[in-house]
């Protein structure tokens, strides 16, 4: 018996164009990178949904061999550090805008919770205060009103 398969829903990501990057540094950086030979350019990546692992399928153990790298052979220029530090900062501004700008939302809900509670506590004061003003003022069949009609 065949199932059929639905296309599973891909995401893609694409590092150097997050919207958490404000400009072209990102992508000047990793221009010089890979200008330089220093990295390769980053794949985009896509992600879905994988499939549970077979509870036969085992990770490999690991080796007690640590594998070293080799160091680049020219030492990564001041220009290229500075660019990567700028970089860096330039994102960490944005976090901390983004946080920023998460936390002034947060207070104005709560302004807003806060005033929906006080206007149905007036409303509710309201109620309770005209009922009792109705089961006050009602005349009662036992009520001195009565003896004048």
């Known amino acids: 018996m065949a199932s059929a398969t639905s296309p599973l829903p891909l995401l893609p990501l694409y590092i150097p164009r997050s919207p958490l990057l404000s400009g072209s540094l990102a992508e000047d950086f990793t221009a010089t990178l890979i200008a330089q030979g220093i990295c390769n350019p980053l ?3 896509s992600f879905s949904p994988a499939p549970a692992p ?3 399928i085992r990770a490999p153990k690991a080796t007690s061999k640590s594998t070293n790298k080799p160091l680049p052979t020219l030492p990564i220029p001041p220009r290229q550090i500075i660019s990567l530090l700028d970089f860096l900062e330039k994102m960490d501004n944005d976090v901390t805008k ?3 700008r998460v936390r002034e939302n947060v207070k104005e809900a709560r302004a807003e919770v806060r005033a929906y ?3 149905r506590e007036r409303l509710w004061a309201g109620v309770a205060e005209r009922k009792e003003r109705e089961r006050t003022e009602t005349k009662g069949p036992d009520d001195e009103f009565w003896l004048n009609a």
């Open 98 to 100: 983004e946080a920023q």
């Open 43 to 45: 794949p985009t990546l």
């Open 54 to 56: 077979s509870p036969r």
């Open 117 to 119: 509670k006080d206007e």
